[in-house]
């Protein structure tokens, strides 16, 4: 995304990523192609909210030079860690994934209203999954969204069942994959309310080919076994497409022209059809301004619990608790 974000004109390209190797490769790569573009690293670790605050404090002034923060692109993710918590005492998937998200786009919304003032439009643009969908039964926006001792939270197991991994690992990913596209929904709500001229918006790559589960069982001190990983890999043939084309979406939401708020993209192809997850091809809307606009396999609107009215508030408070901070709009 960043790489698009540079090849189209962008003024300044600020990408927010913890001390690593990988990000000063990352962004001596992208300097390539920046030709009069900005591109600088911003130190941030999703992990703590103190680095949340003190990234958006930069970000802010960095973007102040600019006129604003143009697009905010929440699209940091971890799957498969173990049953710990992060230093401010929160399932460390539920704060990477989704309430570090939550705080850092509270801070920066001065900064974007700021941009959307002096041309028109900004945007929030939130990164899910297709595991949104196997957050199964009641969500339980309780325990994952409060501070709680490791280890209650159902454990390490890295089960699989059927065609979809479903230990506990999985499942504590999938709720915080949830919580992206309702908080999309929920600040699109506000937003809207309010006649901002800040947009929020959601996408999922389908399946694309990047280091993001094997990082993820790395971390989390699990395996899988490659007997088990061949079964996986052969019932998902012609359904993982490679990672640039899985930032379509993101690039669409980020910067399509026709993109409006409230408006969730997935790549276009339902396969395997009989699960009935939009895995690869081109990017469509499969919520349009906050509304569904696509079935599942049983005929009710697949995208239901990402606008559940009671999902929508329930997250919103439960979010500002756990951050300890209201969300002004």
């Known amino acids: 995304m960043a790489l698009a974000a540079v090849r189209k004109g962008a003024a300044a390209v600020l990408m927010l990523n913890r001390p690593s190797k990988r990000a ?47 697009v905010l692109a929440n699209n940091a993710g971890i799957i498969a860690m173990s049953d710990v918590r992060t230093e401010d005492g929160f399932d460390v998937q539920m704060q990477v994934n989704h309430l570090s998200h939550f705080l850092l786009t509270s801070l920066l919304m001065p900064s974007l209203e700021k941009a959307a003032a002096a041309r028109g439009e900004a945007r929030v643009v939130m990164h899910s999954s297709g595991a949104r969908f196997f957050s199964l039964g009641k969500v339980p926006w309780g325990k994952p ?40 929904m929920a600040l699109h709500d506000r937003l809207k309310a309010k006649s901002s001229k800040v947009k929020s918006l959601v996408c999922e790559p389908g399946g694309a080919a990047t280091s993001l589960a094997a990082n993820g069982l790395q971390a989390g001190g699990k395996t899988i076994s490659d007997k088990l990983m061949q079964k996986l890999a052969d019932m998902g043939k012609g359904s993982i497409q490679s990672g ?29 059809p009989k699960i009935g997850l939009h895995l690869t091809g081109m990017p469509i809307k499969t919520i349009t301004g906050g509304v569904p606009c696509t079935k ?26 756990a951050v300890g901070e209201q969300f002004k709009i």
């Open 24 to 70: 000063e490769a990352a962004e001596k790569e992208i300097k390539k192609s920046a030709g009069k573009c900005a591109v600088q690293t911003i130190s941030c670790d999703l992990m703590s909210l103190k680095s949340v605050r003190a990234a958006a404090k930069e970000v802010e002034r960095v973007a102040g030079k600019y006129g604003g923060l143009d």
């Open 244 to 272: 640039a084309d899985g930032a379509c979406p993101l690039i669409m939401a980020c910067f399509g022209t026709d993109s409006q708020s409230g408006d969730l993209f997935c790549p276009c192809n339902i396969n395997p």
């Open 145 to 184: 969204m409060e501070a709680c001792p490791p280890g209650s939270l159902g454990g390490d197991s890295a089960g699989c069942c059927l065609l979809f991994l479903s230990g506990a690992q999985y499942v504590r990913y999938a709720h915080s994959k949830l919580a992206n596209a309702v908080f999309a």
């Open 296 to 321: 599942n396999i049983f005929g009710q609107d697949a995208e239901r619990r990402s606008v559940d009215s009671s999902n929508k508030d329930v997250l919103w408070s439960k979010s500002e608790a």
